[in-house]
Each structure stands twice: as C-alpha cells, then as structure tokens.
Nanobody, 130 residues
Framework: EVQVVESGGGLVQAGGSLRLSCTVS????????MGWFRQAPGKEREGVSY????????GYADSVKGRFTISSDNAKNTVYLQMNSLKPEDTGVYYC???????????????????????WGQGTLVTVSS
C-alpha cells in the first residue's frame, strides 16, 4: 500500500522559513522522481518543485526559484522542501508525490507534472502572514 505523509507546515511571517518533510512507503523510492505540489485557497493544485531521486537533478516553478530548495534522503525514503523568504502568496496546502511528466509542448515541467500513482497524503498547511 502506497503511503505519503507530509509534515512541517505552520504559520510564519513573511520573510520567514519553513522546512517541509515527506516520507513515503509502498513503492521503490529510487525508481521515481519526487515532486512537491501546493494548493492555495480557491485555486487548483500546482507543481512547485521536483527532484530526480537517482540523479539529484531538480526543477522549480518560476515563482519559487531562488527561494525554495528540494532535497531527498533516499535511505529514509524522504524528500524535503526548504522554503526561505516566504511570501503570503506561498500560502496553501503542500503535498508531495512520486511524479511523471506528460508529453507536451509546454515549456515548464511544472505544467505537465502529475502524480504518478494517484495517491495523495493529507498535505501540510503553510500559512504566511503579511
């Protein structure tokens, strides 16, 4: 059974930092690229970042580039998202998942990043106050 558990969210002032963690089980961690998504109130879920767990290559949405850093600990089946210089627009529920990328002419990988196993955790809420 695939399980995903996110943690680390909370309330923080603008300019502050948080570190999210996501621990997974039920599949071979190294076989998948892992991604973070977020869903702001009243908006659709969007891709934020990904990491190729067997190579270390990473990617970020333009809105978080230079502020967020994704990393993984393959021995612990865990992926992290270090979030610095947080802004109110970063507010939302953050989810992680093993991901795939749809074949598309879209220029941004985030636009075609999808949950590979269609299993979501409960997410972790990040609230950034102004």
């Amino acid at each position: 059974e695939v399980q995903v558990v996110e943690s680390g969210g909370g309330l923080v002032q603008a300019g502050g930092s948080l570190r999210l963690s996501c621990t997974v089980s039920g599949f071979t961690f190294d076989d998948y690229t892992m991604g973070w998504f977020r869903q702001a109130p009243g908006k659709e879920r969007e891709g934020v970042s990904y990491i190729m767990t067997n190579e270390g290559n990473t990617g970020y949405a333009d809105s978080v580039k230079g502020r967020f850093t994704i990393s993984s600990d393959n021995a612990k089946n865990t992926v992290y998202l270090q979030m610095n210089s947080l802004k109110p627009e970063d507010t939302g529920v953050y989810y992680c998942a093993p991901v795939i990328f749809l074949q598309s002419s879209a220029t941004s990988p985030m636009a075609v990043m999808r949950n590979a196993l269609n299993v979501w955790g409960q997410g972790t809420l990040v609230t950034v106050s102004s």
